[in-house]
């Protein structure tokens, strides 16, 4: 496979993935940066590298899959050039910058029967396994809310990410970033959207939102409370489920991303996603508190289950269209936050 983009994604969440899963190879990356080309080339140096997507697809025919680790703005346009060369494309979350983009771009891949997917790796998180477990094991009840946050203390207004000196509408801003993370998890968790309710706010100056809270009405009437912010100096608990015979509290997040940033990968590692019980969560009664020993983290099971769908032709990792309904709940949290109102959304067909 190909990897276009040799950022914190291609570098540090792909490649290393890809390289720990049986079946798979990075071949090639895309990489204009000459300092980024010199990282390639001592980390992976069995890849071809290239400068420009154009250069690739030249070479399609040597690719069975393309990765795309770009800024946002560019996935859409990229996911379309890879699916008219015949290849497909894992496009890292999100989608498209709006939700028309993404279901034009699934159209695309329908039309040319190839396969689209994206990279919800954060589904497969130690807690969201651990609270589906107890969903299923009824431990907590009938959910009334699921509270969820990715929530950081970087106050300064002097920042290089391009993510916070982009602007939303080109797929800058927290809301699009880990709001992408945070609305899949819910949707996934407790089913369609009916209503949204957000504030969205650029409280360091910079041209894109660096703290969002959204507000979810689900049609199972389930409250989903999310937060993902760059300016929170008391972050709150990465989760907490209220549910009628218990709630599920969860104090930080998984560790994957701090293990794959460090340099370890899934197959160098025995237990990996395990996470200490210090940070396993509390199955809560009032005041009371059980520990709840955390399903391990398995971050890896995404390209497991792509190797699957390429071989034996099964169903993509993760549906585009769930990406796409991600993409709807996103740009009805934007027109709540203009307005200062409830949105509603249309019922699924």
């Given at each position: 496979m190909a990897i276009i983009g040799y950022g914190l994604a291609?570098?540090?969440?792909?490649?290393p993935l890809v390289a720990a899963t049986d079946?798979?190879?990075?071949?090639?990356?895309?990489?204009?940066?000459?300092?980024?080309?010199?990282?390639?080339?001592?980390?992976?140096?069995?890849?071809?590298?290239?400068?420009?997507?154009?250069?690739?697809?030249?070479?399609a025919e040597e690719h069975d899959l393309v990765i795309l680790a770009t800024p946002n703005d560019t996935h859409a346009p990229l996911a379309a050039e890879a699916i008219d060369h015949g290849l497909p494309v894992v496009v890292d979350k999100p989608l498209a910058l709006t939700a028309d983009e993404a279901d034009a771009l699934i159209r695309r891949a329908e039309r040319a029967s190839t396969m689209l997917t994206v990279f919800q790796n954060r589904r497969w998180d130690s807690d969201q396994l651990t609270l589906g477990r107890l969903l299923k094991e009824d431990r907590l009840g009938s959910v009334m809310r699921y509270e969820s946050r990715f929530e950081r203390w970087r106050p300064s207004a002097i920042s290089e990410a391009w993510r916070d000196v982009t602007p939303p509408e080109m797929g800058g801003g927290q809301l699009l970033?880990?709001?992408?993370?945070?609305?899949?998890?819910?949707?996934?968790?407790?089913?369609?959207?009916?209503?949204?309710?957000?504030?969205?706010?650029?409280?360091?100056?910079?041209?894109?939102?660096?703290?969002?809270?959204?507000a979810l009405h689900h049609h199972g009437e389930v409250i989903?409370?999310?937060?993902?912010?760059?300016?929170?100096?008391?972050?709150?608990?990465?989760?907490?489920?209220?549910?009628?015979?218990?709630?599920?509290?969860?104090?930080?997040?998984?560790?994957?991303?701090?293990?794959?940033?460090?340099?370890t990968r899934p197959d160098q590692v025995r237990d990996w996603g395990s996470e200490p019980r210090s940070r396993w969560g509390q199955l809560m009664h009032g005041e009371e508190g059980t520990p709840v020993p955390s399903e391990r983290g398995d971050w890896p099971r995404f390209y497991a289950l792509l190797v699957s769908a390429l071989r034996d032709g099964g169903p993509p990792p993760v549906d585009p269209r769930d990406a796409a309904?991600?993409?709807?709940?996103?740009?009805?949290?934007?027109?709540?936050?203009?307005?200062?109102?409830?949105q509603t959304l249309a019922a699924p067909v």
């Open positions: 291609g570098r540090f969440f792909h490649a079946g798979l190879a990075v071949a090639s990356v895309v990489t204009s940066s000459p300092e980024r080309r010199g990282l390639v080339a001592r980390e992976r140096p069995g890849a071809l590298i290239l400068t420009r997507p154009a250069d690739l697809w030249e070479r970033d880990l709001g992408s993370h945070l609305i899949d998890q819910a949707l996934v968790l407790f089913g369609p959207v009916k209503q949204v309710y957000a504030e969205v706010d650029a409280r360091r100056g910079l041209p894109s939102d660096d703290d969002a809270f959204v989903s409370h999310l937060r993902a912010s760059a300016v929170t100096a008391a972050p709150g608990p990465r989760l907490r489920v209220l549910g009628t015979k218990a709630a599920f509290v969860v104090p930080g997040l998984d560790g994957q991303e701090d293990a794959l940033r460090a340099g309904a991600t993409l709807r709940v996103i740009e009805a949290a934007r027109r709540s936050a203009a307005h200062h109102d409830v």
